[in-house]
C-alpha cells in the first residue's frame, strides 16, 4: 500500500517566484493535511481539506498562500510570490476520518518538501 | 485552543536502556487523541504510538509504550531496550474531537549511544 507522496522532495525558488508543492494520500484516504517545519521547531497546522473542499484553513498565512484538493489529481498548496522567510520543510498527511472506520483520526505523513527560497 | 509541551529539548541515553520521554498537554476537548512521532535524520514523520484519550489502557507497540495520565493531562512514552536506530527527534501531538489539524510539541532529540 503506497503511502503519501510528495513532490518535488526539494524545491529552489528566487524571491518573488511561485512554490507548488504537491500531494497525493494514501490509498483510501480522501483527507489531507498540511504542515510547516521552520528549522529547529515542531509541525505547524496549516490547513486541512477534503476533495474539491477546503475545511479549516485556520493556520494558513493570509496572503500568498492557497491549497485545493481537486476531484482528480493531487492536493497542491501553492505560494505566490515567495520570501525568504518561506524556506521550510512542508508536509502533507493523509487520513480517512471515515466515522466507525478503526484508527481513521490517524495521519499519516509524506517525506515532504523542503523549499528553500533565495 | 490546544498546546502541547515537551520539557527536555534533548536526552542520551545508552543503547539498551530504558528512556522515557516528557509531554503535557491541554485541551479542553472531552474527545482527543495524542500521538507520538518520529523524525529521524531522513526528516520523514513516521507515527510511533497512538492513544485515545476515552481508553484507560495504556498504548504499548512493541518496545514503545506510554504512561497517560488523563487528570494531570500528561502522555510519556517509553522506549525500552534502545536501539541505534531510535536516534531521532521525538515530536508529541494531539488532536482535539473537534479540532482537524495536529497540534505538535516542540520535540525531543534522543540520542542513543553506542
Known amino acids: 500500500n503506497a503511502g503519501v507522496m510528495q513532490n518535488p522532495r526539494h524545491l529552489v525558488r528566487r524571491r518573488g517566484q511561485e512554490a507548488r508543492l504537491r500531494c497525493s494520500p494514501m490509498k483510501g484516504h480522501s483527507h489531507v493535511y498540511w504542515y510547516r517545519q521552520l528549522p529547529e521547531e515542531g509541525l505547524k497546522f496549516m490547513v486541512y481539506?477534503?476533495?474539491?473542499?477546503?475545511?479549516?484553513e485556520s493556520g494558513m498565512p493570509k496572503e500568498r498562500f492557497s491549497a485545493e484538493f481537486p476531484k482528480e489529481g493531487p492536493s497542491i498548496l501553492r505560494i505566490q510570490q515567495v520570501v525568504r522567510g518561506d524556506s521550510a520543510a512542508y508536509f502533507c498527511a493523509s487520513s480517512r476520518r471515515t466515522s466507525g472506520a478503526q484508527n481513521a483520526e490517524t495521519q499519516y505523513f509524506g517525506p515532504g518538501t523542503r523549499l528553500l527560497v533565495l | 485552543a490546544q498546546t502541547v509541551t515537551q520539557s527536555q529539548p534533548e536526552m542520551s541515553v545508552q543503547e539498551a536502556e530504558t528512556v522515557t520521554l516528557s509531554c503535557t498537554y491541554d485541551t479542553s476537548e472531552s474527545n482527543y487523541y495524542l500521538f507520538w512521532y518520529k523524525q529521524p535524520p531522513s526528516r520523514q514523520m513516521i507515527l510511533v504510538i497512538r492513544?485515545?484519550?476515552?481508553?484507560?489502557q495504556n498504548a504499548t507497540e512493541n518496545r514503545f509504550s506510554v504512561n497517560f495520565q488523563k487528570a494531570a493531562k500528561s502522555f510519556s512514552l517509553k522506549i525500552s531496550d534502545s536501539q541505534l536506530g531510535d536516534t531521532a527527534m521525538y515530536f508529541c501531538?494531539?488532536?482535539?474531537?473537534?479540532?482537524?489539524?495536529?497540534?505538535f510539541g516542540k520535540g525531543t532529540h534522543l540520542i542513543i549511544q553506542p
Open positions: 501531538a494531539s488532536m482535539g474531537g473537534g479540532a482537524d489539524g495536529l497540534t
Open positions: 492513544q485515545e484519550a476515552y481508553k484507560q
Open positions: 481539506l477534503q476533495k474539491e473542499n477546503i475545511i479549516d
